[in-house]
């Protein structure tokens, strides 16, 4: 069956940086546009960077400059590198695979001091 695993978050302090990473099983990974989503206490779910499989991206703009998207279709990897993290980046983050809709469980970010 199809399986994303996000892994990476943790608790990290304004400035700071995480690299996320979602492993894809079941599915013909290179053939998959890639999505990253998030969701803050509270709020609803958005998109935050995506990636085709043509390697072309697209990033919320509030992230835009700070996070990048990349892809390795050798080891069936999303990453999403997340830089000069602010408190307001604190969620969920979710990997999905754009157009089949698969979602990972997700894996939480707190960006405090």
């Known amino acids: 069956q199809v399986q994303l695993v996000e892994s990476g978050g943790g608790l990290v302090q304004p400035g700071g940086s995480l690299r996320l990473s979602c492993l894809a099983s079941?599915?013909?990974?290179?053939?998959?546009?890639m999505g990253w989503y998030r969701q803050p206490p509270g709020k609803e779910r958005e998109l935050v960077a995506s990636?085709?499989?043509?390697?072309?991206?697209k990033y919320a703009d509030s992230v835009k400059g700070r996070f990048t998207i990349s892809r390795d279709n050798a080891k069936n990897v999303v990453y999403l590198q997340m830089n000069s993290l602010k408190p307001e980046d604190t969620a969920v983050y979710y990997c999905?695979?754009?157009?089949?809709?698969?979602w990972g469980q997700g894996t939480h970010v707190t960006v405090s001091s």
């Open positions: 990636i085709t499989t043509g390697g072309i991206t």
């Open positions: 999905r695979t754009m157009v089949s809709n698969y």
């Open positions: 079941g599915i013909i990974f290179r053939l998959n546009d």
